[in-house]
């Protein structure tokens, strides 16, 4: 089900500001989200340098996300859906849960997206974790829950859309 009839503006780019490492360190001293504050829909913007960009662009569209726009979380915290632009508009794609973890990055108590066995296997290994930015932005590192690379984190910018609730 469309979530708009509209077409979307494409995945937002990031100008190359900070390295992968400074993104590391900014979230670090950022606080955690309280499920209550989380529920919306959020525009993703990816980091870091622009190979990068479109390396996770490519990797998104191979795993099954081509399009990838961002997250809808429902209310309550505790669940939502990936979204990704097609033709007609912002769609629901990916199911996801949201759990309380053990930051990879810092070893603090974080949100962390993650992903049920009835989405592929696929998407198991992957987890966000989420801390507050600014106002309406969420900074996410995302990992692969996968031995040797679980401490390789990759930064990407949540935006909550004007008309979610603040």
Known sequence: MSLTTQVAPPLALAPEHHTL???R???TRLPTPSREALPGRYRAEL??????QGF?????GVL???GWWGKDI???GREGANLVNRVGGIWRAVPLVIREGTSRVDGRTSLQVEYTPEVGRQWRPWVDELRWLEGRTLLAMTHLELP????????????RESSSPA
């Open 148 to 159: 040797v690379l679980r401490h390789l984190t990759f930064p990407f910018l949540l935006h």
């Open 74 to 76: 429902a209310p309550g």
């Open 47 to 52: 980091l870091g340098p622009s190979w990068f």
């Open 56 to 60: 996770a662009h490519r990797l998104l």
């Open 25 to 27: 360190l900014l979230f």
């Open 64 to 66: 099954g996300m081509r």
């Open 21 to 23: 490492r400074e993104w």
